[in-house]
């Protein structure tokens, strides 16, 4: 079709015209952000922490007054933890994953102050730590029983060896050769030997541009058991039978000894769930604000187009009079929106690209990428032709006598 009449027709009709281009390129500008702020925030919420999440709860105890006894208390409630027929193993510690709380550590490869360290999340656990969260070594060994040593809140005990992730071990040595070689830490303020490399294990905070962000995979386990007013009972069940050993477990406790305090026992799934609501109701609320702009849009197109219908009828009707068939009509409008909603796909992608840009630098925001703003442009584009079709089919209806007289 011979576009140059449809321009000749837009210029007498530019405020029209502008409007739906505009609204088209600040819909599009917000909709490639939005979506790609979804996607991002789901693919945050699926990520691995490398645990068997399914079968792993957690059991956060403290102990009323001021017990001397605290490590017997503490072996006595893990005994009776994995006494149950339900549980495969338990172990007390600072953190786990999902928890958003926990240790960080300043992790290199000498004890040279000047050197540039790199962080990680500190986890204590003992030869039961990788069993019972499921990890999966892949290269060297567990812990000892005999490198364990215990640490309350009054003490710093040396890590003569820690186990690492892939991740952290591939920072520190690119090589690929971590195992057996020595790791500086500042918490412990001495040198580790790199003793077994897990393939995953994910640090307790979990925000998309948090302080967890900058290093969610470096973790470090070290051989200590936490002999605190306060603590950590990490449990891994059978499969099948982790509400049942949820119960249990807190109800074993409590028949040992009554001075103490639970504050909650949650799964692994349910700490998931809680630690990632914010990101779920995030990517739900932008989900409304795209629909609701785009149906926004559509009715603007449908709006502005049969106005511009009503104001052409004698046009419309001399078309048809000269020939004109009710398809050619359609087509006459749907290329007239084509070319508007081309115009605004075109600014509304650089808009997006700005939008992103300045989300960069104020809040560390990943780059957009590229895929999202063609994604977007073919949907606001197709959104229009499909907005448009009514009024064109109303304006090809209109009889050419009548649309005539209508002048």
Known sequence: MDVYPILAAMRRNKVGAILIAAQIAVTLAILCNALFLIEQRIALSKRPTGADEADVFVIDNGWVGQPTDLEARIDGDLAALRSLPGV???YVTNSYPLSDGGSTEGVGTDLDPNRALTLAALYFAGPQGIPTLGLKL???????????????????????????????AD????QGDALGKPMSMQFTKGMSTIVGIVDRLQV???????????????????????????????????????AAMMR??????????RARVIDQV???????ADIYRDDRGLAVILGVVCTALLTVTSFGIVG??????????????????????RNGVVRYFQTENLLIATTGAIVGGGLAIALNLWMVMSFE?????FGYVIAGALVVVVLGQAAVFWPALRAASVPPALATRAA
């Open 365 to 369: 925001m990943p780059r957009l990428q």
């Open 266 to 272: 949650r799964s692994l799934p349910q700490a998931r």
């Open 248 to 257: 249990a477990g807190e109800d074993k406790l409590f028949a040992i000894s």
């Open 171 to 174: 920072k520190l040595y690119p």
């Open 204 to 242: 307790p905070w979990v925000s998309a541009n948090g302080w967890g962000s900058k290093f969610n995979d470096n973790s470090v386990l070290v051989p200590f058991k936490l002999v605190w007013h306060g603590g950590h009972y990490v449990v891994r069940a059978r499969p099948g039978q982790l």
């Open 304 to 325: 502005l187009t049969s106005y511009w219908v009503a104001q052409r009828r004698k046009q419309i009707g001399i078309r048809r009079a000269l020939g004109a068939t």
């Open 138 to 168: 892949i290269a060297g060994r567990n812990f000892t029983p005999s490198e364990v040593v215990s640490m309350n809140d009054y003490s710093v005990p040396k890590a003569p060896v820690v186990i690492i992730t892939r991740q952290l």
């Open 88 to 90: 495969v193993d338990a």
